[in-house]
């Protein structure tokens, strides 16, 4: 069953103006706003590490581009850190911005030139619109071009808003049988699919999971529908441990314990993969039968630098650790000669590339199903509530999202 729809009755108000600077940044970029019967309210970072509600600008929607209704938007750890801090990595909030960029929606007006889509269809949105002419854009590697337009990213409007612009290129159909919602989570899915490719899971050998947030979640079940066994989630937080439990009843958890060395925390997950058939393990004795067992992909989902060095210590030698979770900038205490010598593959995605057909495929088909993670649902006008509970990893939520049921039919 969905989760209700939460509002506490005392959302924040939403400004009525549009704002003169986010009109001069549309007609610099040549576009021009229309006008929608019904408001179109946006939650927004600001410099200052606040959040605010605005009615944003709503822009006719150019050649190779659709104005969407924008119906789910998951909230990301990375909207939370923009928020917070400001910046991750190179990636800085300079001005206010619309946050978010887990989304899914409806076309409401197809621009020039659009022929794949049509007003009605069910999209998935595709966030990042690379430039199409570098080197890494022609390679196939788009993920990696340096002048991506990345929705909720300074200074390119993100998706908690109710109409937005996106070309159409960058927008996948959902089957009948997807939700919104579901179809929101495709991208933290394309996440998971990027890094289990990376990765190269293997049917049958063990496989570490560090975090049990939405993306390690994911990842866990990913990981299970790819044939790795056995699989062990890892968190410091007992909550989203049970949570993980129930999710994937066959996995193994693990409660990181902060006063223990990364080695240490490493030996106690190894422990959870030795063999306890002992037919099997017959003439595999000690340290060796140890080291036989232990995993050989460890998905790194939460970017903390304890977490990574523990991960280090956890997996076999001639392994592989996917760093898939997004850390500090620096990390000054990687074990680099334990790295070294147990010649450890360690490997780093960015986001994503050609991933949405498999994961409609996923979805679709029945090979996952990721509805439990949304735990909570707030409508668009009271977002900001929304990010608060996000900020809190405490709370027992997973995926939070912000929904807009307001009516489709808008265009004047």
């Avoid at 001069?24 to 706003?33: C, E, H, K």
């Avoid at 309210?41 to 924008?70: F, W, Y």
């Avoid at 441990?241 to 997950?269: H, K, M, W």
């Avoid at 996923?362 to 929304?386: Q, R, W």
Wanted: negative net charge; charged residues 20%; hydrophobic residues 40%.
């Amino acid at each position: 069953m969905a989760p209700a729809i939460i509002s506490n009755g005392d959302s924040p108000e939403i400004s009525a103006t549009t704002g003169l600077k986010d009109i001069a940044a549309t007609a610099l970029n040549g576009g021009s706003v229309i006008h929608i019967s019904r408001p179109n309210p946006s939650l927004q970072a600001t410099a200052d590490h606040n959040l605010k509600m605005v009615e944003a600008p709503v822009l006719e929607p150019k050649r190779g581009e659709v104005l969407l209704h924008i119906k789910a938007t998951g909230i990301c750890g990375s909207d939370v850190h923009f928020w917070k801090s400001g910046r991750i990595g190179s990636l800085v909030f300079e001005g206010d911005c619309i946050l978010g960029h887990e989304a899914a929606g409806v076309v409401l007006k197809c621009g020039e030139g659009v022929t794949s889509l049509v007003p009605g269809d069910r999209v998935a949105i595709e966030p990042g619109v690379p430039c199409g002419d570098c080197f890494l854009c022609l390679d196939g590697k788009y993920n990696l071009c340096e002048d991506v337009k990345f929705s909720g990213v300074y200074p390119y409007a993100g998706t908690i808003q109710r109409y937005k612009i996106h070309p159409a290129k960058w927008l996948h159909k959902l089957p009948a049988n997807i939700s919104f919602a579901e179809g929101a989570l495709l991208e933290p899915l394309s996440v998971v699919l990027h890094g289990i490719r990376t990765a190269g899971l293997n049917l049958g050998c063990g496989t570490v999971i560090c975090g049990a947030g939405p993306i390690g979640l994911i990842a866990l079940a990913a990981a299970r529908a790819s044939g790795a066994h056995p699989i062990v989630i890892t968190d410091i937080e007992p909550k989203r441990l049970q949570f993980a439990r129930e999710f994937v009843p066959s996995c193994r958890t693990y409660q990181v314990d902060p006063s223990l060395s990364a080695e240490e925390n490493g030996r106690q997950i190894r422990r959870l993969f030795q063999h306890a058939d002992a037919d099997i393990s017959q003439g595999i004795a000690g340290d060796l039968h140890q080291e036989y067992y232990a995993p050989r992909t460890v998905l790194e989902c939460t970017g903390v630098e304890s977490s990574v060095c523990t991960a280090a210590f956890t997996v076999r030698r001639g392994g592989t650790i996917c760093i898939i979770g997004v850390g500090k900038s620096i990390m000054h205490n990687l074990p680099f000669m334990h790295i070294s010598l147990a010649e450890i593959d360690l490997k780093f995605i960015n986001r994503y590339r050609d991933t949405w057909p498999a994961g409609i495929a996923c979805l679709s088909g029945g090979i996952l199903d990721l509805k439990p993670l949304v735990t909570h649902v707030y409508p668009l006008e009271d977002a900001i509530n929304a990010l608060h509970l996000a900020a809190d990893p405490r709370n027992g939520s997973i995926k939070i999202q912000i929904v807009d049921e307001a009516n489709e039919n808008a265009i004047e």
